[in-house]
């Protein structure tokens, strides 16, 4: 999916989601398809529509007034869009964890306040409220994190400098398969081409402003591919560490997953154990917040309170 058609869907949904009635099709229209012909407006709103729709969004059509059938209107009512309440395993919970940190980046950001401003610029009145549904919490901060990701999803190559730890910064050219979050940091997974063979790169270590460079579709991607076992196998896991933190029940999932004891406590609060590989897990634990408190060892809970206090500083 492109994503000039990525955004039109994100717009088309949250107009209709956060109207307090049913809005009619000339008015949508007039909003999100303003440079459309007639015959081109039809065949995007209808395709639009049926997409959403497919994906499980319940698009309601009505009247506008009661007493009057001659002017229909679309929206999405938040209170059948919502999720019922749902159970997760640890891995599950952790799997959509991962997934939300791209659902609040810049982009999808982006994307949002435009369609609100739109709203709002042509005088709707809309319920913000409503967007909670669709607003996931976590984000993913890495400058060249959109770069990569819509190159892995296009199979456009990547140019970029890049330096691992103190040495000299070079040149480099990927063809990314994808990205992914492991220990605390982005990473991009592909063919290096200068190489001829498969790489890791961490997105932290990206020096300047990655391109892409190519045309999309220019390459496939290895079937069977497994971007997180790659990353496994290329990324050295280093000796780990022993840490005990104490996490609000009910948080903390990708931690849960990765525990060797679970302890559960009576005070709304368990006790996990990790073996954890000493990478970053400092930004592990600050990635959630309040939920979670470092116990063990010392070492790790001055490193975290010591970033806390840069922040506050």
Request: aromatic share 6%.
């Amino acid at each position: 999916m492109s994503a000039q058609k990525t955004e039109r869907l994100m717009n088309l949904l949250i107009m209709l989601l956060v109207q307090t009635r049913h809005v009619t099709k000339d008015r949508i229209r007039e909003i999100l398809y303003p440079d459309a012909g007639d015959e081109a407006f039809e065949k995007m709103f209808e395709r639009d529509k049926e997409e959403l729709r497919s994906l499980g969004v319940p698009i309601e059509l009505g009247q506008l007034d009661a007493l009057f059938e001659d002017e229909a209107g679309y929206r999405i009512r938040p209170t059948e869009f919502a999720l019922p309440d749902i159970s997760l395993t640890a891995d599950e919970a952790s799997v959509v964890a991962l997934a939300t940190k791209v659902w609040e980046h810049a982009k999808l950001a982006e994307a949002t306040s435009e369609a609100v401003r739109k709203l709002t610029a042509a005088g709707a009145e809309p319920d913000l409220a409503a967007l909670d549904l669709v607003q996931p919490r976590l984000g993913a901060d890495e400058p060249s994190f959109d770069v990569f990701l819509e190159a892995a999803q296009e199979r456009v190559p990547v140019v970029f400098d890049y330096q691992r730890g103190s040495g000299a910064v070079t040149t480099r050219h990927l063809q990314p398969w994808g990205v992914l979050r492991s220990s605390g940091r982005w990473y991009a997974v592909g063919l290096d081409t200068d190489r001829g063979e498969e790489r890791v790169f961490r997105l932290s270590r990206v020096r300047g402003a990655a391109r892409k460079e190519g045309r999309p579709g220019c390459y496939e991607i290895p079937e069977g591919v497994d971007i997180r076992r790659t990353a496994e196998r290329l990324v050295p896991a280093g000796t780990p560490l022993r840490a005990v933190l104490r996490v609000r029940t009910g948080a903390g999932h990708a931690l849960r997953r990765d525990a060797v004891s679970v302890s559960t406590g009576a005070d709304g609060w368990d006790e996990l154990v990790l073996d954890h590989p000493a990478v970053d897990l400092a930004a592990e634990v600050l990635a959630h917040g309040a939920d979670v408190e470092v116990v063990s060892p010392p070492e790790l809970r001055q490193d975290v309170v010591a970033r806390l206090q840069a922040v506050l500083r």
